[in-house]
Structure formats: C-alpha cells, structure tokens
C-alpha cells in the first residue's frame, strides 16, 4: 500500500514536471542539460517503491498463510473443546435416582463451553448423598478438577458412611492432585435419611443453602468448613437438622450471587432470596427455571457458572 502510494506520486511529480517544463523555458532546459541524473534519480525511486511494494506483498502472503493455520488450529481446538463439552453434560444429565421421601432436582449452566460446577446425587443405604461443588474459575483447568473431584466423590460414598470422613478423605485426596496449582473447590454436601426425615450437611468453602419452610425462609444453612484441596488434614464437622414434609433446600453456586445489574452492583444473596419467596411454592423443576428466568431478567453481567440443586423432604 504504502509503495503503491510512492509509484503514484513519483507519475504525479513527473507529471507535473513535464507539464512546468512545457511552460517554462529555464524548467525545459533544466531538463535537457541534466536529464541523465534525473533519469538515474527516478529508475532509483521506482526500484525502492517496487522493492517495498515487494516486501509488503510478501508480508500480506505470510499473514494470510498464519491466519489460515490460525483457523486450523482453531477449528481443532473448537472440535476438542466440543468433545469435552459433550463429555461434562453426559456426566452432569444423568439420571438423578429416585428415593422415596425426598425430590431433588439440579442444572448446570456453565459460563464458558465447559465449566467448574458440578452437582450429583448418589444412593446408598436407603439414604440420599447429594452435592453441589464449583470448582475456581471457569474453562479447561476447571473442568478437568471438576471431573476428578465428582470422580473421587462419588467412589469415597461408595466407601464410607459418614459425611466428615468423607469430605475429610476427599480434601486430602485432591490436595495431592491439586496443591501446586492454583485450583480450589467450595462444596455444599448433605445427606438425607427419609426414615428419620433428618439431614446432616456440610458446607465447604460455599454459599450456605437456603432453607424454606411453610414457603418462608427459615434458615441459612453453614457449617463454616473450609474450601477443599488447599490444605491436607482438615477437619469437616457436620451439622443435623430435622426436617418436615414439605421443606425445601435451594442450593447455587456463586456464580448466581456475583452476577452484575445493570448499575455495576452485584446481585447478591437478597436477589437470591427475594426471587425465591415470589416461586417457592411451586414443583421443584418449576424453582429451578424459574430462578435461571429471573437471573436473566435482572442481571446484565455473568461471568461465573451457574448451577442449582433443589431439594424437598
């Protein structure tokens, strides 16, 4: 381009010239007595216009051949990190088992094509263990301690019985995998024995969960653990709760609290809250969408995954 620019004003210039010289008697003999340097003067031009015109064009070629491997590369990643999508949803969609005496329900939004958060559900022994985790940030990184946490979770249920020994395990489990990074996982844990209508939950590192009873909030449910896989040897205590037939538990990751309203301000606990008291009344699935409708209403900004577990005795 810019070589193209110096040919034209070189003709230009000539132009000009000739166009002075046929006017002018002492520009015409100017040019007759030294024609030869101007001559040599413009075949110098020329060839330096001609040689960058050279080099700009061999420039625009290799640009177009990286921004063709560029695509490929592209194409490729865009086809793995479909893959690994299709992956994560198969590990998240299925089926949630069926115990008699609660209902529980969850979804997983992520942020990016694959996230961090992650939920499950798991019988044993006539009794529900479920979990709502959000592993830090959001992308690969976060996907691949996702699927190793809900991995690790799920085959120390199978082991053992009681939920502090089982998240206990589960800290020092991925503290080995994890510590040299800088990875981390905030976890709501419960399990729910029907029979006696009881919960014992643990909170690791997450947003307490919501309990509603009668359709009014009854209680913020923590236990103050800490996040999982920072430290080796942490203790988990865990707390009981009896429930009645009909309380609900709304469990969400942070991702819900920390979206932005227009104005900047995040969302927060409240909005949480507030839009819960307007359909907690209503089926389980019905909660679920209705709280993913009304994030989407209100918030302008979400850079977090979002994911959900809905519980009712």
């Not at 939004?109 to 263990?129: C, M, T, W």
């Amino acid at each position: 381009m810019r070589a193209g620019k110096i040919i034209a004003a070189s003709l230009l210039l000539t132009l000009a010239v000739c166009a002075l010289a046929f006017f002018s008697r002492a520009i015409s003999d100017f040019i007759y007595y030294n024609h030869t340097v101007i001559l040599s003067v413009a075949v110098v031009v020329l060839c330096v216009a001609l040689l960058a015109q050279y080099k700009h064009t061999a420039v625009l070629r290799e640009n177009a051949r990286l921004y063709r491997e560029l695509q490929v590369r592209q194409a490729h990643i865009d086809r793995d990190m479909s893959m690994a999508r299709n992956v994560q949803q198969g590990l998240l969609k299925q089926k949630i088992p069926r115990l008699k005496g609660c209902k529980i329900c969850a979804a997983c939004r992520p942020a990016e094509k694959i996230g961090g958060d992650f939920y499950g559900v798991q019988l044993k022994n006539s009794r529900a263990h479920f979990f709502l985790g959000d592993v830090a940030g959001h992308g690969i990184s976060s996907a691949l301690v996702m699927a190793l946490t809900r991995g690790l979770l799920q085959e120390l249920i199978n082991q053992l019985d009681d939920p502090a020994r089982i998240l206990a395990a589960l800290n020092n489990s991925l503290n080995d995998y994890i510590h040299d990074t800088p990875s981390f996982v905030a976890l709501f844990y419960g399990c729910y024995d029907p029979r006696a209508r009881k919960l014992t939950y643990i909170t690791a590192g997450q947003n307490p969960a919501l309990l509603f009873c009668g359709g009014v909030l009854a209680d913020r449910l923590q236990t103050g653990g800490s996040i999982l896989g920072m430290f080796a040897g942490q203790k988990f205590p865990a707390k009981n709760l009896k429930l009645q037939k009909g309380d609900r538990l709304i469990c969400y990751t942070d991702g819900f609290t920390e979206a932005r309203a227009a104005s900047g301000a995040e969302l927060g606990e409240d909005f949480i809250i507030d839009a819960l008291q307007k359909i907690i009344d209503k089926p389980l699935d019905k909660i679920k969408t209705g709280l993913y409708a009304s994030l989407d209403r209100a918030a302008k900004t979400i850079n977090d995954d979002l994911s959900l577990l809905c519980f009712e005795a």
